[in-house]
C-alpha cells in the first residue's frame, strides 16, 4: 500500500539555526504534498503545501521542495525560533493522504 | 469565522461497547475527513465524506463506521471497541471540489480511551 517515510523522528536545534525535514512517498500518482504543524493539545494545522507541477515553494522562513522522479520532498526552516517547537507531519496522496509519522522539533532558545 | 469543532472532547468506553465522536465542518466545508492517530504512528486516514456520500475509506474493519449529515456535520461510529482503538480521532474539512488537493483544515479532536 501508499507509504510515507519522514525523518528525522526528532530534532533539537539552537535559535537561529535551520532545521531541515526529509519525506519520501511510494505511490507515483501522488499529486499533493502538504506540511502539518501540530502543537501539543491542538489539531494539526497546515503550514504549506506543494502540488505536482512544482518543484519549490517559499513562505518566509518555510520552503518546501519536491522531486517527482526520486519520490521525495522536504521542509526547510531557517531563523529558527521557540515558537517553531512542535510536531511537524509531512503527507502525500492523491485519492487520498497518507502522512508520515512526525517529526517532534525542539528549537532551544 | 469558527473552526472544525468536534466532540466529546474525552471519551471513555470499556472494551465491546461502541463510541460515536461528532465532528461540525468549516461553515461552506462540504467534505469531511476522519483520522487516527494513535501514540508513535502519526495520522491514519480512516473516512472521507464529500456531499453525504463515503469518497474513500482507510484500511480499517467494517467495525469503524460513519455518515455525514445534509448540515455536512459527521459523526464517526466504532462498534466493538478494542483496547488498541484508544487514540486521538481527529475530524479535518475542507472546501468540496472532489479533490483531496484542497486545503484540510483539522478540529481538536476526541481522545478515545478504551479500558
Known amino acids: 500500500g501508499e507509504n510515507v517515510e519522514q525523518h528525522p523522528s526528532t530534532l533539537s536545534v539552537q535559535e537561529g539555526d535551520s532545521a531541515v525535514i526529509k519525506c519520501t512517498y511510494s505511490?507515483?500518482?501522488?499529486?499533493?504534498f502538504p506540511w502539518y504543524k501540530q502543537e501539543l493539545g491542538k489539531g494539526p494545522q497546515l503550514i504549506i503545501d506543494i502540488r505536482s507541477n512544482v518543484g519549490e515553494k517559499k513562505d518566509q522562513r518555510i520552503a518546501v521542495t519536491l522531486n517527482k522522479t526520486a519520490k521525495h520532498f522536504s521542509l526547510h526552516i531557517t531563523e529558527t525560533q521557540p515558537e517553531d517547537s512542535a510536531v511537524y507531519f509531512c503527507?502525500?496522496?492523491?485519492?487520498?493522504?497518507?502522512f508520515g509519522k512526525g517529526m517532534k522539533l525542539t528549537v532551544n532558545p | 469565522e469558527a473552526g472544525v469543532t468536534q466532540s466529546p472532547t474525552h471519551l471513555i468506553k470499556t472494551r465491546g461497547q461502541q463510541a460515536t465522536l461528532r465532528c461540525s465542518p468549516i461553515s461552506g466545508h462540504t467534505s469531511v475527513y476522519w483520522y487516527q492517530q494513535a501514540l508513535g504512528l502519526g495520522l491514519q486516514f480512516l473516512l472521507w465524506y464529500d456531499e453525504g456520500e463515503e469518497r474513500n475509506r482507510g484500511n480499517f474493519p467494517p467495525r469503524f463506521s460513519g455518515r455525514q449529515f445534509p448540515n455536512y456535520s459527521s459523526e464517526l461510529n466504532v462498534n466493538a471497541l478494542e483496547l488498541e482503538d484508544s487514540a486521538l480521532y481527529l475530524c479535518?474539512?475542507?472546501?468540496?471540489?472532489?479533490?483531496?488537493?484542497?486545503?484540510?483544515?483539522f478540529g481538536p479532536g476526541t481522545r478515545l480511551t478504551v479500558l
Open positions: 505511490d507515483s500518482a501522488s499529486n499533493y
Open positions: 503527507a502525500a496522496g492523491s485519492e487520498k493522504l497518507v
Open positions: 479535518a474539512s475542507s472546501r468540496g471540489t472532489g479533490k483531496v488537493r484542497e486545503e484540510q483544515f
